[in-house]
C-alpha cells in the first residue's frame, strides 16, 4: 500500500467512527420508517408462548416466541453491529447491555440466527418451525467483536468481546445455534483490520488475525467482504473498486483457504458507480500479472428495515437491507414484525 492509501485509508476509518455525512445520511433515512411504530409495542408474540408450549411441541419447539402459523413471505430482519463495547451506544457503538438486550429480545420473540447464505438458499433448517429467522451482522472487523485472550499457553476467546457474548448466549439459550455474519476489513486503520492487529488494540496481536477469520468459518458463521479499507466506493474508479474488494476477497482466501464468500457488505451504503462491480469483478495484481476475479450473490445495504423474503418475488439479493442497531431500533422492528404478522415465519 502506498502512502497515499495509507492516508486516505486513516480518513476513511476516521470518518466511519464519526458518523459522517452519507452514514448520516442513511441513519435519517432508517428513522423516518422506524419512528412510525410510534413506540406502541404490544407483546403478542410473547403471548403464544402459552400455546407452543400447552401443545407439548418437542423442545426446541416449546420456546417462548414460537408456534407461530407459517409465513413464508413474512420479513427477515437482518440486524447490524460496529463497535461492541463502551459506556454509551453510538451510531457505531453498542454497550454489552444493549447488545445482550438485543439478543435476548429477538430470542424470546422467537427469531433464531442464520446467515445471508442460509437466506439465499432458504435454508431455514436452524429454526424450529413456528420461530423465525433473524441474521446478525458484524461490521469492520474491530477488536471489540473478537478479541483473543492468552490463558495458560492458550489462546481463549475473550468473554466480554461481541463473539465471547455471542458463544455464551449460545450456550445458555437452547436452539440459538446458528452463526452469525462477520463483514471485515483486513487492511483498515486503527485495528479495523481482522479485529486488531497491535497489542494497542486490547492486546491483541498481528499473528493472531487469521486464526480469528479461520475460527469463526470453523465455528459456522458466514465471512463477507467489507472492502480492504473501507473505502467510499462511490468515489473511486472501477479499478479502484475492484481492487478494494478483491484484496479483501484475497485477505480472507489467505486465512481460509478456498473459502467461497457469498456476501459483501456496502461501506456506508455507498455503491460503486459501476453497480455490478458490488458483487462481480476482477482486479489485477500488477506486482504478480496475476488476476484476482470476485463473484457474490448477496450484497448488504446499510439501512432500510427488515428486509423481504426469499421466497417474494421483489426478494434482491443484490440489495439486502438491514437494521441498524440504534437507539431501540432492532427492539421496535422486532416487534413490530411480531404485531403486525409481517414476520417470516417457518412452516413445518
Ligand atoms: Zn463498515
Not at 148 to 173: C, M, N
Not at 227 to 254: C, F
Request: glycine share 12%; net charge neutral; proline share 6%.
Amino acid at each position: 500500500m502506498d502512502r497515499r492509501l495509507v492516508v486516505l485509508a486513516a480518513l476513511a476509518l476516521a470518518a466511519c467512527s464519526k458518523g459522517d455525512a452519507p452514514a448520516g445520511q442513511a441513519s435519517a433515512a432508517t428513522t423516518s420508517t422506524r419512528d412510525s411504530s410510534g413506540g406502541a409495542v404490544s407483546i403478542s408474540a410473547a403471548s403464544n408462548t402459552g400455546a407452543a408450549t400447552a401443545g407439548g411441541a418437542a423442545a426446541g419447539n416449546a420456546e417462548a416466541g414460537g408456534g407461530l402459523p407459517a409465513n413464508q413471505t413474512g420479513k427477515i430482519p437482518v440486524l447490524e453491529y460496529h463497535v461492541i463495547g463502551g459506556e454509551k451506544n453510538g451510531l457505531y457503538s453498542r454497550t454489552v447491555a444493549s447488545y445482550r438486550n438485543d439478543l435476548e429480545e429477538a430470542y424470546k420473540l422467537g427469531y433464531r440466527p442464520i446467515t445471508v447464505a442460509q437466506m439465499l438458499d432458504k435454508d431455514f433448517k436452524n429454526v424450529p418451525a413456528g420461530m423465525s429467522p433473524v441474521v446478525v451482522v458484524f461490521d469492520d472487523a474491530s477488536d471489540s467483536q473478537f478479541r483473543y485472550l492468552e490463558q495458560g499457553g492458550k489462546l481463549v476467546v475473550d468473554p466480554t468481546s461481541g463473539l465471547g457474548i455471542w458463544e455464551e448466549f449460545a450456550r445458555t439459550h437452547p436452539g440459538w445455534k446458528g452463526g452469525a455474519v462477520f463483514c471485515m476489513l483486513n487492511g483498515g486503520a486503527a485495528g479495523h483490520n481482522f479485529f486488531g492487529d497491535n497489542p494497542k488494540f486490547n492486546g491483541q496481536k498481528r499473528e493472531w488475525r487469521f486464526p480469528k477469520v479461520k475460527y469463526l468459518a470453523d465455528q459456522g458463521h458466514e465471512l463477507c467482504d467489507h472492502t480492504l479499507w473501507h473505502a467510499k466506493l462511490s468515489q473511486y474508479p472501477d479499478n479502484v473498486v475492484q481492487e478494494q474488494i478483491a484484496r479483501n476477497a484475497m485477505g480472507i482466501d489467505s486465512a481460509v483457504p478456498g473459502y467461497k464468500i457469498r456476501t459483501m457488505a456496502l461501506p456506508y451504503g455507498l455503491w460503486p458507480k459501476n453497480r455490478p462491480l458490488a458483487w462481480q469483478g476482477s482486479w489485477t495484481d500488477p506486482k504478480t500479472g496475476q488476476a484476482h476475479p470476485y463473484k457474490f450473490d448477496a450484497v448488504l445495504e446499510v439501512a432500510g428495515g427488515p428486509n423481504e423474503s426469499p421466497y417474494d418475488p421483489k426478494f434482491d439479493p443484490h440489495s439486502i437491507n438491514r437494521i441498524e442497531a440504534i437507539g431501540d431500533d432492532i427492539v421496535k422492528q422486532l416487534r413490530r414484525l411480531s404485531d403486525t404478522k409481517t414476520r417470516f415465519v417457518v412452516g413445518k
